[in-house]
């Protein structure tokens, strides 16, 4: 079975603060991607990577940036949290070639006070 | 601009029910529309359909890909509380590297 696993399940921060959220799996997979999802607007990419130190912007980059140091790591890091990105965000992952599902880990919930 | 539509955005029936979850897609160089069910945690996947006409089935689940009008339908018969949860559709188009455009989703409501 794929797994996908993601640092917390629900988060707590202050506005201004540095957040550093984590996933990791463990299919050797070649992309990774962060969404994040809010009601009414679905799962909209944030950034994803095909490739360790590889990294491209989704639809919805501002604020953000992540990190792909190991290939099994994608870290989405919030450099000074503010309130609007309050939500719930989920990291997938899938094989690069061919035509494959993306497999989910469980969502952090991320409030920003 | 690609977008995935979904519809209804929500919906409550009775147990037994049968429903049908719509997904319209315009995207520029489809490759495949992925179906996904969402309850209190990670999408978990349902269905992909690549072809138009193929009906795609699993237990009381099924679904229909319409390449030519631009659409999907995934159908829940005899609807038990257990399939609460939101449905989510996804199109990958070529050449992206496996990114996905999602829909809003549908929040599906089954009540004993």
């Known amino acids: 079975d794929v797994k996908v696993t993601q640092s917390s399940r629900y988060l707590v921060k202050r506005t201004g603060e540095k957040v550093f959220l984590e996933c990791v799996q463990d299919?050797?997979?070649?992309?990774m991607f962060w969404y994040r999802q809010d009601p009414g607007l679905g799962l909209r990419l944030i950034y994803f990577s095909y490739d360790v130190k590889m990294k491209e912007k989704g639809d919805i980059p501002e604020g953000y940036s992540v990190s792909r140091e190991k290939k099994e790591r994608f870290s989405l890091i919030l450099e000074s949290a503010s309130t609007n990105q309050t939500s719930m965000y989920l990291c997938?992952?899938?094989?690069?070639?061919?035509?494959?599902?993306?497999?989910f880990g469980p969502g952090t919930r991320l409030t920003v006070l | 601009e690609d977008k995935v539509v979904q519809s209804p955005l929500s919906l409550v029936v009775h147990e037994g029910d049968t429903v049908t979850l719509n997904c319209s897609y315009e995207?520029?160089?489809?490759?495949?529309l992925l179906w996904y069910k969402q309850e209190k945690k990670a999408p978990t996947f349902l269905f992909m359909l690549?072809?138009?006409?193929i009906e795609k089935k699993s237990g009381r689940l099924s679904s229909i890909l319409d390449k030519k009008e631009l659409f999907s339908i995934l159908n829940i018969t005899a609807t038990q509380t257990g399939d609460s949860a939101v449905y989510l559709c996804a199109v990958a188009p070529r050449d992206t590297g496996n990114q996905f455009y999602f829909g809003t989703g549908t929040s599906l409501t089954v009540i004993p």
């Open positions: 299919m050797d997979h070649e992309n």
């Open positions: 690549t072809s138009s006409g």
């Open positions: 995207v520029t160089n489809f490759r495949s």
């Open positions: 997938a992952s899938s094989f690069r070639s061919g035509n494959n599902e993306q497999f």
